[in-house]
């Protein structure tokens, strides 16, 4: 797998990024880019999901070496927890040191807005696959890197952008949390609800790699509100964040190499 990349490009960077629903558009900043569909590369699986391409994306960002994932594996597709953090190991083997790790989520809050973008500064493991006691929230090194969520506002605020920090909590999906859950998980410290992004941030930690976790808030989940939620508005509203999300991501890459 690692040879296979190798053998396609020259670029080698040290800096990735995992592109969550309906963010890859974020590629089309990129330059000289290279994309690979996950199905050409030897042993690596496909993404199913609506929204998300399967494709790696290979080249630069104001003459940065980058790579991105457009696509990425979810425990509800089936697959297990090696193959789900499979990108994150390549990204890994391929030098990536720094790796910023993005998702469409709900809100749990009244007052953290869908459109917004929200910096993840801690995680809460809702799944009860590992244990089934009451989940614990993990914050700081080595999931969530302090200087890199330092940077990520500071990022925000040279761009005019408002963002807020908080804590995402993984579901297993596939369908939407009810509004129990919904209230569990709140009751526990969530601001955002969300069925990817832990696995690979535990995973990229166990690595030692520095990792900036960043979400989209595409609805408020089931209950928040009283609205009954889709994919497609998930896809819908990652789309109108674009700009938002494109132009913070750009700032923190940039960031990352002073
Ligand atoms: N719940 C779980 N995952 C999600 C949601 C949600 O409300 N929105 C986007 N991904």
């Not at 989520?105 to 973008?117: E, F, V």
Request: glycine content about 8%.
């Amino acid at each position: 797998m690692k040879q296979f990349i190798i053998d396609r490009t020259d670029i080698r960077a040290s800096i990735a990024v995992v592109l969550g629903s309906g963010m890859g558009g974020f590629c089309d900043q990129m330059d000289n880019v290279m994309l690979i569909p996950y199905k050409e590369i030897p042993d690596y699986p496909e993404s199913t999901v609506r929204g998300h391409a399967g494709e790696l994306a290979i080249g630069s960002l104001h003459n940065i070496p980058l790579l991105a994932a457009k696509g990425r594996f979810h425990y509800y597709e089936g697959y297990d927890i090696q193959t789900i953090t499979l990108p994150v190991k390549l990204f890994h083997s391929l030098g990536i040191k720094s790796l910023i790790i993005t998702n469409a989520a709900g809100s749990l809050k009244p007052d953290l807005r869908p459109g917004s973008l929200m910096i993840i500064d801690s995680h809460i493991d809702c799944t009860f696959r590992a244990s089934v006691t009451e989940p614990e929230e993990y914050s700081g090194t080595p999931f969530h890197d302090p200087v890199y969520i330092k940077l990520a506002v500071k990022s925000a605020d040279q761009i005019d952008l408002s963002i807020t920090k908080g804590t995402y909590c993984w579901t297993l999906g596939p369908s939407y949390e009810t509004p129990a859950e919904v209230s569990y998980i709140r009751s526990l410290g969530g601001d955002a609800v969300g069925m990817s992004t832990v696995p690979e941030i535990q995973a990229a930690a166990e690595l030692g790699m520095k990792v900036l976790g960043i979400s989209t808030i595409t609805n408020y989940a089931a209950g928040i509100i009283g609205e009954p939620l889709s994919h497609d508005d998930v896809i819908k509203v990652s789309a109108q964040v674009e700009d938002d999300f494109t132009n913070l991501l750009t700032e923190i890459i940039k960031g990352m190499v002073l």
